[in-house]
């Protein structure tokens, strides 16, 4: 069975509530012209534009997801928010782990292992960001370095929750830096982690997880990404911030599902 694709914009700290309702509208204008029913889209959104998105696409093919959770359901933690806080807004997808999170808010592979438990728990799909830094690559450690974040994040995770888990190689080196990882690479690196998976949890299983790809991606370079074999979809940063673009990207999925 073909995996679907997923395609997800990831927001960063960009948008107030109020353009992010006109993104919303645009980009449902978008789609009701041109569909993409071969593949399942997300917007991960700063916080305080959450409950409007969920608004302005309910009834759309597009969901809402964070960027963030806190591991513990409560708790003395000011500042953080929970998963059970992100279901009850109807959010049912969070990034964790992405390389700015461990970059600049010390988040390391227990921290990502505990919220990962956490949003199994809660019933959120979680977009597990991995990857290398261009110095980890340089020193030929990146696939030790991917290796190392898959396996520490996963520690403890029974087959029955990974299989629902998105994977996402973010290659820090491509991540808005415009200098996008070559299809090889991509595909090289997703095929390694999609082996670690059989290694953890059989062919089977394996083969049903979503991997998708992150850093730099573009309408000009979505289509021969998407096509690789191990990649089933793309973390979109700068790109998805425009409603012609993303769609573009997203639409990229159409040219090789039939
Ligand atoms: P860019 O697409 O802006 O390089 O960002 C990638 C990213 O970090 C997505 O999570």
């Known amino acids: 069975m073909a995996r679907r694709k997923f395609i997800a914009g990831n927001w960063k700290m960009y948008k107030t509530t109020a353009e992010a309702t006109v993104f919303a509208q645009m980009f449902r204008m978008l789609l009701e012209e041109k569909p993409i029913p071969q593949a399942d889209l997300a917007i991960c959104a700063p916080f305080t534009q959450l409950a409007a998105l969920e608004e302005a696409f309910r009834g759309?093919?597009?969901?809402?997801?964070?960027?963030?959770?806190h591991f513990a359901e409560e708790g003395a933690y000011t500042g953080e928010i929970s998963a059970p806080m992100l279901k009850?807004?109807?959010?049912?997808?969070?990034?964790?782990?992405?390389?700015?999170r461990?970059?600049?808010?010390?988040?390391?592979?227990?921290?990502?292992?505990?919220?990962?438990?956490?949003?199994?728990?809660?019933?959120?799909?979680?977009?597990?960001?991995?990857?290398?830094t261009l110095k980890e690559r340089d020193a030929g450690q990146a696939f030790a370095v991917v290796e190392r974040q898959l396996r520490a994040g996963l520690s403890g995770i029974p087959e029955a929750n990974a299989v629902e888990a998105v994977i996402a190689y973010e290659p820090v080196w491509a991540?808005?830096?415009?200098?996008?990882?070559?299809?090889?690479?991509?595909?090289?690196?997703?095929?390694?982690?999609?082996?670690?998976l059989v290694s953890l949890y059989g062919v089977e299983a394996a083969d049903r997880i979503c991997i998708q790809y992150g850093g730099s991606v573009k309408p000009e370079n979505a289509e021969e990404l998407l096509a690789q074999p191990d990649i089933d979809g793309?973390?979109?940063?700068?790109?998805s911030l425009v409603p012609e673009q993303f769609h573009e990207i997203c639409n990229a999925v159409s040219a090789m599902v039939k």
């Open 60 to 69: 759309s093919s597009v969901g809402v997801g964070a960027q963030n959770m």
């Open 88 to 100: 009850e807004i109807g959010v049912d997808i969070c990034i964790i782990g992405h390389s700015e």
């Open 102 to 132: 461990r970059q600049y808010f010390a988040e390391t592979d227990e921290t990502v292992n505990r919220k990962l438990e956490a949003a199994f728990a809660a019933e959120i799909v979680p977009i597990f960001c991995i990857g290398e």
């Open 175 to 196: 991540i808005g830096t415009g200098r996008t990882a070559t299809a090889d690479q991509a595909q090289e690196m997703c095929a390694f982690i999609r082996q670690t």
């Open 234 to 239: 793309a973390l979109v940063g700068g790109a």
